[in-house]
T-cell receptor, first 111, second 117 residues
């Protein structure tokens, strides 16, 4: 069965500092990975997906199949980045859209 | 962007009663929707996949008679918690898939908080 692990429940950094949110996965198939963000009192929203290889709000994430990781990085954190971040793995086939979420990491960026 | 709406956002009920939560895709058709459950400060756990016009597919360990799912139209899926008990208190979140069977983008509802007294 697939599994997503986010080892850090809480992560605190100061504004302007680099930030890395860790995510590791286990899945026997070809993984499709996502990062979702949930700001305070808002719904879950997509931040980025590995197949797009894009940078959103300064965040990037690279899929490393050898290390089975998909860490989220930003070189200079901003206060507005404070939120809950979830790494998620999607399984495909006829059930495309089923997401397995990690436990989430609460990021706090201090001024 | 696409919007998924859940109703009600909060509901309090007495133990033993049934509660229905609606998930609507407001500006797109969704043949597939997903229901998740989130415990406080914990991850989202997939409960079931809701398929328009057919039976829902439940994840292992989820009681289908307890959590009834109906996907009667392309824009509406409902989750009914039957004979609710305090341990059913949780945050229930739906997502809807916009796009094709092997593609598409997921959009999440704002969630519904159920409290069973």
């Amino acid at each position: 069965a697939q599994r997503v692990t986010q080892p850090e429940k809480l992560l605190s950094v100061f504004k302007g500092a680099p930030v890395e949110l860790k995510c590791n996965y286990s899945y026997s198939g070809s993984p499709e990975l996502f990062w979702y963000v949930q700001y305070s009192r808002q719904r879950l929203q997509l931040l980025l997906r590995h197949i797009s290889r894009e940078s959103i709000k300064g965040f990037t994430a690279d899929l490393n199949k050898g290390e089975t990781s998909f860490h989220l990085k930003k070189p200079f954190a901003q206060e507005e980045d404070s939120a809950m971040y979830y790494c998620a793995l999607m399984t495909g086939g006829t059930s495309y859209g089923k997401l397995t979420f990690g436990q989430g990491t609460i990021l706090t960026v201090h001024p | 962007g696409a919007v998924v709406s859940q109703h009600p956002s909060r509901v309090i009920c007495k133990s033993g009663t049934s509660v229905k939560i609606e998930c609507r895709s407001l500006d797109f058709q969704a043949t597939t929707m997903f229901w998740y459950r989130q415990f406080p400060k914990q991850s989202l756990m997939l409960m079931a996949t809701s398929n328009e016009g057919s039976k829902a597919t439940y994840e292992q360990g989820v009681e289908k008679d307890k959590f009834l799912i109906n996907h009667a139209s392309l824009t509406l899926s409902t989750l009914t918690v039957t004979s609710a008990h305090p341990e059913d208190s949780s945050f229930y979140i739906c997502s809807a898939r916009r796009g094709g069977a092997n593609t598409g983008e997921l959009f999440f509802g704002e969630g519904s908080r159920l409290t069973v007294l």
